[in-house]
């Protein structure tokens, strides 16, 4: 497995990781209109691209054998929905469910958290749906610590996500 820096090439591939996990993670019970319509709108290659080529955020792939396994993302501009300040969010760590117990999730946190040090940034969050039991495991296991909740909006519905946020321990000189 290959951890890098995504680039323009990926574009059309994050797209259709995103769209495989997050249909894998909300669809629980199928489709229907307001998931389509989102991913529509916001899964889009020319969004993708956007992403990529923002300075204000960071984009990692992980791939195995030429093919796109799991995306992560950061954004530097983020405020904390905790304390109101500019602190990195990891907007999306996503890693297709083919890979999942197989430490990709975690290699990708760590290079993310060494891309975060390397500028002096030693805090970040993000925010996990409520119902996803894994991902919540997943983080408290990793060390992060949730204290607090906001919502996401999608149509005229409100989904419930916890707000993690967690220390980097390591220091880069």
């Known amino acids: 497995m290959e951890i890098r820096q995504a680039n323009i090439d990926d574009a059309l591939n ?4 995103k769209t495989q996990v997050w249909l894998h993670t909300y669809a629980t019970q199928g489709v229907c209109n307001e998931y389509t319509e989102y991913l529509d709108a916001n899964f889009t290659v020319e ?21 796109l ?8 501009t983020a405020i904390s929905p ?9 907007t999306i760590l996503y890693v297709s469910e083919h890979f999942h117990g197989q430490g990709i999730g975690k290699a990708l946190i760590i290079e993310a ?12 969050w993000l925010s996990c749906y ?14 992060f610590k949730s204290s607090s909740s906001i919502f996401f909006t999608m149509n005229d519905n ?8 967690k220390e980097i321990r390591m220091k880069i000189q």
């Open 14 to 17: 994050i797209k259709y990781l």
């Open 47 to 67: 969004n993708c691209l956007k992403k990529i080529e923002d300075k204000s955020k960071f984009c990692l792939v992980a791939e195995q054998n030429g093919f």
């Open 69 to 76: 396994i799991a995306y992560c993302e950061l954004d530097f």
């Open 82 to 90: 905790e304390n109101k300040q500019n602190i990195a969010e990891m």
């Open 113 to 124: 958290e060494k891309r975060l040090a390397s500028l002096g940034r030693y805090t970040y």
């Open 130 to 143: 409520i119902e996803n039991k894994n991902a919540i495991e997943f983080y408290k296991y990793l060390g």
């Open 158 to 165: 409100r989904y419930e996500n916890l707000v993690f946020q």
